[in-house]
């Protein structure tokens, strides 16, 4: 079952890659373009929003599940993971940085939602919370090309 949710988990990183493109870049162009804002422009922010609690919900039961997480703690005491690089990494900063840009993405996409805002502070919230979030999410993956990354596919 852990083989299937990673790569599951792999799997959904390059739709949220694909689909958080989408959000800032439909964004960048509402803000330079000075148009309305409508249902269609919130709508990649929403896909993004969805694939990232689908994200979240799969990283947790590896968290429980997995050997890096809750596991790797138990085994080794929270002392020893911290000083290794590569379980202090799955245990605290993936853990912790997905985390922020999960809830950056979630305040990014309620200021889309308030009517109080102009257009142009809706498209402009929305660019940097999601802009914001998304580079915290490139640093976060354990990239194949990182000292401490996986394959492109883990477990293929």
Known sequence: MNTGLLHV???LRYLIVI?????????ASGMSGGKA??????RPGLFYLIFMDLQLVVGLLLYVMGGFGIKRIKEMGMAEVM???????????????MLIALIL?????????????????KYSKSFWFFL????????????????L???WMPGM
């Open 83 to 97: 000083k290794d690089q590569i379980s202090r990494f799955f245990v605290m900063e993936h853990t912790l940085g």
């Open 9 to 11: 988990h792999s799997l």
């Open 19 to 27: 689909v958080g493109l989408w959000a800032i870049f439909k964004a």
């Open 105 to 121: 993405v979630h305040i990014g996409y309620a200021q889309t939602k308030k009517a109080t805002l102009s257009d142009q502070k």
């Open 132 to 147: 914001i979030s998304f580079i915290i999410i490139l640093a976060s993956v354990p990239w194949p090309f990182r000292e």
């Open 149 to 151: 990354g996986r394959g």
């Open 37 to 42: 804002y409508t249902k269609s422009d919130q």
